[in-house]
Structures are given as C-alpha cells and as structure tokens.
C-alpha cells in the first residue's frame, strides 16, 4: 500500500514538473525553432525563380499561416505562464470565442495550403487531356486559396461552439467531443486526403516512366514523362520532371522519339 501510494507520488511530481518547468520551456524553442524555419522559407521560397511558382507560393502560404498562429496562439500562452500576465484572450466572451476558432482556423488552413502544393504536384503529373491540369493556371492560385479558407473555417465552427460561455474560464465544457472532432479532422482526414494524392502523384510518374516509346527500328526505350511542368519554354525537357518548377503542363508524348545515339528521328 505504501508502495503505491509512493509511486503516485512520484507520478503527480513529474507530472507537476514537466508541466510547470518542461512545457513552458518547450514551448519558447518551438516559437525559436519556428521563427527560423519561416525565415528560411522566405529565403528559398522568394528567389526569382521560385516565386511565381504555384507549388511554392502555397508551401509560402502554409509557412506565413504557421507563423502567425505560433505568435497568436502558441507564445501568448508562454508569456501567461511564465511571467503571469493576464491572457487578453479572457478577457471577454467575443475574445474567447475568437480564440478558440483561430487555434483551430490557423493549423488547418496551414495544412490544407500544403494539400494545394500536393495537388498542384499531383496535376503536373497528369497529362494535358486531364481536366485537373487547369489548376495548374495562375489565376487559379487565389481562387483556390480562398476556397482552402472557407473549408478551414466551416470545419473550425465546432470550436467556438463547444467552449464554455464563461470568459474567465475559457475552456471547452464537451472536451471530448472537441478532442474526438480534433483528432478526426487534423489527425485523420487531412492526412489521409494528403497521402491519397501523393500515391496518385507516385502512380502517374511510375506509368510515365513504364511508358515506351520506339527507338530505331527494332529497340525499345522507356520515355521520359507523361508531362511536366512548364512555365518558360515547351522544349527543356528530361528526368528534371520528378521535381517540376513551373506552373502548366506540357504534355511530352509529341516528344520526339530518340535513338540511342543520341539523334532524334
């Protein structure tokens, strides 16, 4: 019996510890932490060559969402706990309600705008008889970022809901059907969603590199790709289409059939 009332002793300290002492501290070198990977993103993802790319501009996007809910969400609840200032968020009932809905809004729309870049992946490797090749046009760009918006706050309306109607505690009186919603819309469907694209994107290169084209009279060779993502000129083409640039679609099955010496038919 001493034993184990020992053993939970010790069990609530380490509790008290990580949570008091731990999570604070961790919390700062994730704010650290994320501060230099948003940097480092504008760094790569602004050069002239990258910038008008559309896969870029969301994985750009995702990044500057991310930043924005580490320094609204994620350091005010650092400051509260080290130095004790009291949290603005509960300070009113519109102001919790609001909390609420953005520690929800931020994360997912981050990941839906890395969903974009998968997809936007995924239509580069369609050929141009596809009709999801037309999400590869520019003006597509905001169009689909506002519609990754309006899903992201549909699917975050069940936070404010849940929470307390009670500024100063500005909690969730149904925290487990919040954590049940939370854990199925950013922990299940969002990655799910994101790994079905990656496989159809992983299944359309794979059947562009079985492809064959004729070499000769009696050789065969594999071709190069179905398409690639071009945005400058429709003649660079190679096995740079694994890791496409550009923003439409060229479809490479007019490529000109090559013989092993290097001379095209």
């Known amino acids: 019996m001493t034993d184990q009332l020992t053993g939970r002793y010790r069990s609530i ?8 002492e731990v999570l604070p501290k961790l919390r700062f070198v994730c704010v650290i932490l994320g501060l230099f990977g948003f ?3 504008m760094f790569t993802f602004l050069q002239p060559d990258l910038r008008s790319n559309a896969c870029c501009i969301y994985t750009l996007s995702s990044s500057v969402i991310d930043i924005i809910h580490l320094y609204v969400n ?18 009113s009932f519109t102001l919790c309600k609001l909390h609420y809905f953005l520690y929800n809004f931020f994360p997912q729309l981050a990941t839906n705008l890395l969903l974009l870049s998968i997809i936007d992946r995924y239509a580069c490797s369609c050929g141009l008889t ?7 046009q520019y ?25 307390t109607d009670i500024p100063q505690i500005c909690g969730f009186h149904e925290k487990e059907i919040y954590g049940v919603l939370t854990i199925l819309i950013n922990g299940v469907l969002q990655p799910i969603v994101m790994l079905l694209f990656v496989l159809l994107t992983y299944r359309n290169v794979r059947q562009s590199r079985q492809r064959v084209v004729r070499c000769g009279n009696k050789d065969w060779c594999p071709a ?31 490529v000109p059939q090559f013989e092993f010496n290097g001379t095209s038919r």
């Open 139 to 163: 003006k597509m760009i905001p169009r689909l970022i506002a519609m990754m918006v309006i899903i992201s706050g549909i699917f975050s309306i069940y936070a404010p809901i849940f929470g």
């Open 74 to 91: 994620i350091f005010p609840n650092y400051i509260v706990s080290q130095y004790h200032i009291l949290n603005p968020w509960i300070q």
């Open 13 to 20: 300290n380490t509790f008290l510890f990580l949570s008091s």
């Open 224 to 254: 190069v790709s179905a398409s690639v993502c071009n945005n400058d000129n429709h003649s660079s083409f190679g096995y740079g289409f694994l890791f496409p640039t550009m923003d439409d679609c060229t479809d490479l099955y007019s």
């Open 130 to 136: 596809s009709w999801i090749t037309r999400l590869n």
């Open 39 to 41: 940097l480092v993103n």
